[in-house]
């Protein structure tokens, strides 16, 4: 077997995902060993999932936002403080996601107690939490965009 990238060089490795064979210059370039369209292929797909997250997260702030101001009679500013909170709420709710659900709050009164508990406990845990993981997810995307244009430079 030789190496996808070098001919004439002896495989040591191949890529975790499409298995193809890699020197062991290649195998060590990318932790898991990935060939370069895998690796990108990959980080694209994880790329977009932060977008997504982002996105639902601007979605979330702005709907709600709009949605107060349209309606309130009185306090129009009110539906921006209620849209951070929310949308921090989405980054609380899936950190709390992490901790296993006792199976007695799995269903009926509860499940219903329980949610209630936890969107109380999303928002609070939201406003540190949130911006923390927007701010790790908008390095993660950059961390992936600097790569991919180190790879088609030549440079990593
Ligand atoms: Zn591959
Ligand atoms: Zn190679």
Same mark, same amino acid.
């Given at each position: ?23 062991? +210059? ?18 694209? +797909? ?13 979605? #979330? ?11 309130? =009679?009185?306090?129009? +500013? ?50 540190? #939490?949130?911006?923390? =993981? #927007? ?22």
């Amino acid at each position: 077997m030789e190496c996808i990238n070098h001919p004439g060089t002896p495989a040591a490795g191949s890529c975790q995902h499409c298995g193809k064979a890699l020197c062991s +210059s290649c195998v060590n370039r990318f932790v898991p060993p990935h060939c370069e369209p895998c690796l990108l292929a990959h980080n694209a +797909s994880v790329a977009q999932r932060l977008y997504i997250d982002l996105a639902v997260t601007v979605f #979330i702030f702005l709907g709600v936002a709009a949605l107060v101001a349209y309606h309130a =009679e009185v306090n129009k +500013s009110g539906g921006i403080v209620l849209g951070l909170m929310l949308a921090g709420a989405y980054w609380g709710w899936q950190f709390l996601n992490r901790i296993p659900t006792p199976i007695i709050l799995t269903s009926g009164a509860g499940f219903i107690i329980y949610a209630g508990i936890k969107l109380m406990l999303a928002i609070l845990a939201g406003f540190i #939490i949130g911006p923390w =993981e #927007i701010f790790k997810r908008i390095k993660e995307i950059n961390a992936i965009k600097t790569l991919k244009k180190e790879i088609e430079t030549g440079k990593a």
